[in-house]
């Protein structure tokens, strides 16, 4: 199970604070209020006026706060909300209120809770306490309308680039003026000291087709008012789930600044040709009593224990109860509206396993519709238990009963580079024996294969995957220990060109198996965090990327960048079937520990390569391999990568360095 740590610092105060508001609710009962399936939840603005739809069943009485400002002023008016159908509040009023600001409060048993910009706010002021009512249309950048992402066929088609705003940017050796904002990946032309390419223009050379944004929607641990402390947040911690965070805009106290520059960022990236992915937190909420939900429907948002209080699956003070009817139209029609207003291209799903099957699949089912070539994926596990039962939770290993979604694979990261957790444990790249039968498994994307014997797994026991659609693959991600980290921690005493080696192997591994890499950004230049695994709260000087040492690591960025092209060049490493993996990936008999040695045949997924052998020497001596006679081109070799060939052999014994990846292709 891989716990974000960084959750559980920020629920402990929520926690203490209060016990849940309405204890011991059955879920029969909660299952029996009624739901509101209409498009018209929040507010909306028409020729007749503004007119305002609450969904709060047990409320007693509900009113609507209006405000010039948002922030600091009281309330100018005040609109008494009457009881509709389906548990709903409405009132109109016959003005295009633009410009005016809002909040929601609702009594229940006969208290008259804390304002709530409530749970449907698409635009908000400084901090989100307070929604707006704006024009959307008029957040649109020049172009939006013919704005379009990449055309994916198949999530294997995708190399993913996981990324930070301000991780990103706010180093002075980005050359990036917008730093830690949105507007960070609109500049082209930035540069490192050294006169290298940063910013969007990096990405373009890497090669990367999506950028994965960590939560941009609007949170709760960074002061929007006061930015010039130098705040820092991943931003699992969220508070108003359908409107861009107020701290990567120019100006978070104007609603439509912080739409307009998310749409630009949007923009920008697609005009480069790559996609956008959302990484988005439904499992839970930053607040327990406080929160949004539990302002407008106490209790019913969020799953309980026996005696009332919340259940915590997140390890963050609560989880929010997905297999109920309006938490589930919740999720759905939000990714929808983030796909439709702001033409996202992806989801990354946070402990994805907290929500329940039924959930996940109308998610993708209805993104479908808005876009084929958008994709869905998150992380197949809780960070602790949950009244849900295990056969209906979004587990990795419940995948294949979810269709058109991925999870990440924990059985290549640990392989790999060793377990997570553990920082001084060895992997396959780092010479610890024992891990080959779970690299195998990464490579055939955890779906069946004759060849690969589930019993030794280290993690999965079984072939929980259908296919390799199924499957994301990364060594390293914001979590825990970069992969740079890992490698100082699990290799004392070697040098930084051994660490580097190591991190090409283990790349090697991820880029040539079979579903989707992915990769955290700066690894390509081999960033670091100073050695800090949950650095979701911790300053620039250990999370911002270092921009030198793309001259200093050039080596190491020309391998990542020529890795990348191989995979996108060639079908054979992006097959979409288990049948096909099994019928064209024979991996050879090896007893020899550290070493994994297989060919991809028959010009798999229409390949001009008609073979490609790979060999991954992950022991520190030579390895000799019989490879059969005939015109082979090397494409990798010691520490090295060329997909136009770094020379030729004709086969017979040839020695794999330690510490790396042979890999040869023959078109005959």
Not at 41 to 70: C, I, N, Q
Not at 552 to 576: C, G, V
Request: glycine share 8%.
């Amino acid at each position: 199970m891989h716990l974000k740590f960084h959750k559980l610092i920020l629920a402990a105060a929520a926690m203490l604070a209060a016990p849940a508001i309405m204890a011991q609710i059955s879920e029969t009962e909660y299952m029996s209020w009624p739901a509101y399936d209409g498009d018209d939840l929040e507010v909306k603005v028409d020729a007749t006026g503004t007119h305002f739809t609450l969904w709060s069943p047990k409320a007693e009485a509900a009113r609507v706060m209006l405000y010039d400002t948002d922030r600091n002023t009281a309330a100018t008016d005040t609109l008494t909300m009457t009881r509709g159908e389906n548990g709903t509040w409405r009132v109109s009023v016959p003005r295009q209120l633009y410009g005016k600001f809002y909040t929601f409060a609702v009594t229940v048993d006969g208290k008259t809770l804390d304002e709530t910009p409530g749970i449907w706010a698409k635009a908000v002021g400084t901090n989100g306490h307070r929604a707006a009512i704006i024009d959307l249309a008029k957040t649109a950048p020049e172009g939006w309308a013919e704005d379009r992402g990449p055309k994916t066929d198949n999530i294997t088609d995708a190399v993913i680039y996981e990324m930070h705003h301000r991780d990103f940017s706010v180093d002075p050796s980005s050359g990036i003026v917008h730093k830690g904002k949105f507007l960070t990946l609109t500049e082209p032309g930035t540069k490192s000291p050294q006169g290298l390419a940063t910013g969007i223009d990096h990405l373009k050379e890497l090669g990367v087709t999506h950028v994965h944004i960590l939560p941009s929607y609007d949170y709760n641990s960074v002061d929007e008012a006061n930015l010039n402390s130098n705040q820092y947040n991943w931003g699992y911690d969220p508070y108003n789930y359908n409107a861009p965070e107020g701290s990567y805009s120019t100006d978070p106290a104007n609603p439509g600044t912080r739409i307009r520059e998310m749409k630009e960022m949007v923009k920008a990236l697609h005009d480069a040709g790559i996609g956008v992915i959302m990484d988005v937190v439904y499992n839970h909420t930053a607040e327990n009593d406080k929160s949004n939900f539990s302002l407008t429907a106490p209790g019913y948002f969020y799953r309980h224990r026996p005696d009332g209080s919340y259940s915590d699956a997140s390890a963050c003070g609560n989880e929010t109860a997905s297999d109920r009817q309006m938490m589930r139209d919740f999720i759905v029609n939000s990714v929808k509206y983030w796909a439709k207003e702001y033409h996202i291209d992806g989801f990354r799903f946070d402990l994805m396993a907290i929500h329940d099957i039924e959930t996940m699949n109308e998610v993708a089912a209805e993104l479908k519709k808005i876009n084929p070539s958008i994709f869905v994926y998150g992380e197949g596990w809780t960070a602790g238990d949950s009244p849900l039962p295990a056969e209906r939770r979004a587990l990795k290993e419940n995948v294949d009963k979810m269709k058109g979604i991925a999870v990440f694979s924990d059985d290549i990261r640990d392989a790999v580079k060793g377990h997570y957790s553990r920082a001084d444990e060895r992997g396959f790249a780092t010479g610890k024996p024992g891990n080959e039968e779970t690299v195998k498994i990464g490579i055939v994307a955890s779906t069946a294969h004759p060849q690969v014997d589930y019993s030794k797994g280290n993690n999965s026991k079984l072939p929980y995957a259908g296919a390799p659609t199924e499957i994301i693959n990364y060594v390293s991600c914001h979590d825990d220990l970069t992969l740079t980290d890992k490698l100082a921690a699990s290799m004392p005493g070697s040098t930084e060109a051994e660490r580097q080696r190591a991190a090409r192997l283990a790349q090697t591994i991820v880029f040539t198996s079979q579903g989707t890499p992915f990769m955290f950004a700066g690894e390509e230049v081999f960033r670091n965090k100073k050695g800090v695994h949950n650095s979701y709260n911790s300053p620039d000087s250990i999370n911002a990327i270092d921009w030198s040492l793309k001259a200093r690591n050039k080596s190491q960025f020309d391998f990542y960048r020529n890795l990348i092209r191989l995979r996108r060049e060639h079908p054979a490493f992006r097959m979409t079937t288990a049948e096909d993996i099994a019928k064209n990936i024979v991996f050879d008999k090896i007893k020899d520990n550290n070493i994994i040695s297989y060919s991809i045949l028959n010009n798999a997924n229409g390949d001009e390569w008609k073979e490609i052998k790979l060999v991954f020497n992950g022991s520190k001596s030579n390895y000799v391999v019989k490879i059969p006679r005939g015109e082979w081109t090397i494409i990798a070799a010691d520490g090295e990568i060329n997909p136009d060939g770094l020379g030729s052999t004709r086969g017979g014994s040839i020695a794999v360095t330690p510490t790396s990846a042979l890999i040869l292709a023959r078109i005959k």
